[in-house]
């Protein structure tokens, strides 16, 4: 492998040098954890960054490796403990980091922005931060040990020792981030790495079914439109029979007819074979569902499942938290909300309502949908879900926070979010408090700063690190001693 910057400048070399000497912070300790030879390397100091070529990094370390490497979670528990013992960071942190940032792995970038690895470092980053925590002589942000020391090392130049919520901002410079991350690691910590595991479980099994029903509606409604299609020839063939004048004509008429039938036949029996296939894939949600509900009232955990968000007599319509939902401030061309979500997030009625209108079929523009009343007497549309459940149907009543469908990108639509607007749209759903009030907790604002998610919150202490401007480092643009 060819390597970049191969000379050590000078850094000191210390093992544990920044240990935590006071009390646990937030509840979270630091364990030494199992001791299985995985590292047994002098970690670099994390009072100072890299000197300008002091690690050596792949060349091409902003690009994932041919076959990206792939740990298993008991390994992981295993490096997080030691990292976090090397650093004085609690391991659950870095777990909960972790799965925030790759879902352990599994989801490694290029993100977007440019972040990469294991922990989504930004390459600019990675070379003043990064660590050889396994001792083969290359800084990898593509490698676990490396990239997760690499975060336990840039936590504690962050302050994590003693203000590990301030550290975890530094990391990523977002209110709703932190609480995200502390919250998920309150849960780790407390279940260990056996409910962690568990979770990661749950989650992957309620996924995988949200996303088998929208393949299976996917399937159902190409059925149902190749149907349609065929039953309109067919249809057309049997008039020409009633329509002919000469026995031959009527003749040849209706054996053609009756050939064409048999292709009807095959793409009813198509469409049947769709609607077994989802129903059976609605059986598997359902049950998935009802495996989680359980796990998912632990504060941190009903994020990743997608559960509902409550506040006050609203509900936000899509499930996943700011992490990956995320919504601007206006509409490209009229009063309307795009709420982007990974297709088969999960959408909810935002209250108390009745059904006026709903359609299971796509609708050129606005896709599969549904138009409510709800009991404050505004109308609102959602549009281009994936797929609808069956039981919402006019006239049918539905509570706040009922599972109504998942997002999608039918009709005119760009990609997997939910159009929700008012009926007439005469203003921005986003300007009413009550969506506000999710800022930081069910979304993230696409245009702008998310403020501070917690009503009447005690207003943050000040920062160890403060935004530089101009900085070209989108992680790591900030200086000691900001507020």
Request: proline share 7%; aromatic share 8%.
């Amino acid at each position: 492998m060819r390597l970049l910057g191969v000379a050590a400048i000078g850094l000191a070399l210390l093992a544990g040098s920044a240990r935590a000497a006071g009390p646990p912070v937030l509840g979270f300790s630091v364990s030494s954890g199992a001791q299985t030879g995985l590292v047994h390397v002098s970690m670099p100091s994390a009072s100072m960054p890299n000197a300008p070529g002091a690690v050596s990094v792949p060349v091409t370390f902003t690009s994932p490796p041919a076959s990206p490497q792939q740990v298993p979670l008991s390994t992981l528990h295993v490096i997080w403990q030691q990292a976090g013992s090397a650093y004085g960071i609690p391991w659950q942190v870095l777990a909960a980091i972790n799965k925030v940032e790759s879902n352990f792995g599994q989801n490694m970038g290029p993100s977007s922005a440019g972040a990469v690895g294991w922990m989504q470092f930004m390459p600019s980053t990675w070379l003043r931060w990064g660590v050889d925590a396994d001792g083969n002589g290359i800084a990898d942000p593509w490698n676990a040990s490396d990239a997760i020391f690499a975060a336990a090392r840039y936590l504690a130049a962050a302050g994590g020792q003693t203000d590990i919520s301030r550290a975890v901002f530094a990391y990523n410079h977002a209110d709703w981030y932190v609480r995200e991350v502390l919250d998920l690691a309150r849960v780790y910590g407390q279940g260990g790495i056996t409910q962690t595991a568990d979770l990661q479980q749950l989650q992957a099994t309620l996924d995988g079914a949200r996303l088998e029903v929208v393949r299976a509606n996917e399937q159902l409604l190409a059925a149902q439109d190749s149907e349609q299609q065929l039953r309109k020839v067919d249809q057309g063939l049997h008039a020409q029979v009633d329509a002919a004048a000469l026995l031959s004509d009527r003749l040849a008429s209706e054996r053609r007819a009756v050939l064409f039938d048999v292709s009807v036949d095959a793409a009813r029996a198509a469409t049947d074979a769709a609607r077994v296939n989802l129903e059976q894939a609605q059986s598997s949600l359902a049950s998935a569902s009802q495996s989680v509900q359980a796990p998912s009232f632990a504060q941190g955990v009903g994020t990743l499942m997608g559960a509902a968000s409550f506040h006050d007599n609203y509900v936000f319509p899509v499930g996943g938290g700011p992490q990956i939902v995320s919504v601007a401030h206006t509409h490209h061309d009229y009063p309307a909300a795009d709420i982007a979500a990974p297709a088969g997030s999960p959408v909810y009625a935002i209250s108390n309502a009745v059904v006026l209108n709903a359609w299971h079929a796509a609708d050129p523009s606005c896709g599969i949908g549904m138009t409510i009343r709800t009991t404050d007497g505004q109308v609102w549309t959602y549009c281009h879900l994936a797929y609808l459940d069956p039981a919402v149907m006019d006239g049918v009543s539905l509570a706040a926070g009922t599972q109504i469908g998942l997002v999608g990108s039918t009709g005119h639509a760009t990609g997997p979010h939910l159009h929700l607007q008012l009926q007439p749209a005469a203003s921005y759903p986003q300007d009413q408090p009550w969506f506000q009030s999710f800022a930081g907790i069910a979304f993230r604002w696409q245009d702008a700063p998310t403020p501070l998610e917690l009503p009447n919150a005690t207003p943050p202490s000040g920062r160890v690190f403060s935004v530089v401007p101009n900085s070209r480092d989108a992680v790591i643009g900030f200086t000691n001693g900001g507020a």
